[in-house]
């Protein structure tokens, strides 16, 4: 993409997935490219094995935002895991979801129309 629109500055790609979907596509192989690379978020329950992998942790394409104690202890007390299909549908059936995500999220979602999320 850089070289077809002839930036000054190169545009870099980072996808944010969740560690379940991780590790379902195998550590999403192709995603891993100079000008791109993938940002997995920590999902309570999920092996980590996989993204904590010496190959994983030297790859400087992946981004690993892991858990710290206190999100784990959140996390497991609570009935719900926090992710984007389940604030996407909670915006659907107009529920409040507001301490699942930031502000600023919650508008730029309220923006899409709901057939396209």
Same mark, same amino acid.
């Given at each position: 993409?850089?070289?077809?629109?002839?930036? $000054? /500055?190169?545009?870099?790609?980072?996808?944010?997935?969740?560690?379940?979907?991780?590790?379902? #596509?195998?550590?999403?192989?192709?995603?891993? =490219?100079?000008?791109?690379?993938?940002?997995?978020? #920590?999902?309570?329950?999920?092996?980590?094995?996989?993204?904590? *992998?010496? =190959?994983?942790? /030297?790859?400087?394409?992946?981004? #690993?935002?892991?858990?710290?104690?206190?999100?784990?202890?959140?996390?497991?007390?609570?009935?719900?895991?926090? *992710?984007?299909?389940?604030?996407?549908?909670?915006?659907?059936?107009?529920?409040?979801?507001?301490?699942?995500? #930031? $502000? *600023?999220?919650?508008?730029?979602?309220?923006?899409?129309?709901?057939? /396209?999320?």
């Amino acid at each position: 993409i850089n070289k077809k629109l002839n930036l $000054p /500055n190169p545009i870099r790609v980072i996808y944010v997935i969740g560690l379940d979907s991780f590790n379902r #596509y195998k550590g999403m192989r192709s995603l891993r =490219t100079p000008q791109g690379g993938i940002a997995v978020t #920590y999902r309570h329950g999920e092996d980590q094995r996989l993204i904590t *992998s010496k =190959t994983n942790r /030297n790859n400087p394409n992946i981004f #690993y935002v892991s858990a710290n104690e206190e999100h784990v202890k959140i996390s497991s007390t609570e009935s719900e895991d926090i *992710s984007s299909t389940l604030i996407r549908e909670k915006l659907k059936k107009n529920e409040a979801c507001e301490h699942l995500t #930031y $502000p *600023s999220v919650l508008e730029h979602l309220k923006t899409i129309p709901p057939e /396209n999320q």
